[in-house]
């Protein structure tokens, strides 16, 4: 077999052969545990950004390398949101480990307690804008406003 010919055998095909004419190869990876590819996560993640958010299944490997950089050195200078910079490091480990995998494809799972395929990863992801919050509806408060009960000047003791 010539080296052309080698070169283009498919993969598989290629390290059979390879496996097949070292049998030291052979014998140093059986004492190996067989690598298990990870799983697409479940949910999906926001990444905060300036105006809204993007979500992590719509960025791209580097995207993602780039907020789990972000928010671990947030986490290790501590402060208000360390915690949560941490938990939001570790959630985008799941995801970069995927996508190490899985560059292109594009992901179904729950966001937001509904099922989505979204968008095929990208180098500049959609940033979402923010919702507005509603406010919990609290009846209106008994105490008096000053409004409604007048004082005097000359009723004020000072």
Partial sequence: MKREDFIGLP???????????FPGIA???????VPVAPRSPKFDGMIF???GHQWCSETALEGLRYWYLRYTESAERGGEWAEKDRKRAKQLTYWIEWRLIEPH????????HERVTAAPPSDKPTVYPR???????QPPSTAPRFEDNPVDDEDVPY
């Avoid at 993969?11 to 004419?21: Q, R, V, Y």
């Avoid at 014998?27 to 545990?33: E, F, G, Q």
């Avoid at 919702?131 to 509806?137: G, H, N, P, Q, V």
């Fill in 11 to 21: 993969p598989a095909l290629a390290l059979g052969l390879i496996w097949d004419s």
């Fill in 27 to 33: 014998k140093a990876l059986s004492d190996k545990l």
């Fill in 49 to 51: 950004r300036n105006g």
């Fill in 105 to 112: 494809t594009q992901w179904s799972g729950e966001r937001n």
């Fill in 131 to 137: 919702e507005e919050r509603k406010r919990d509806s």
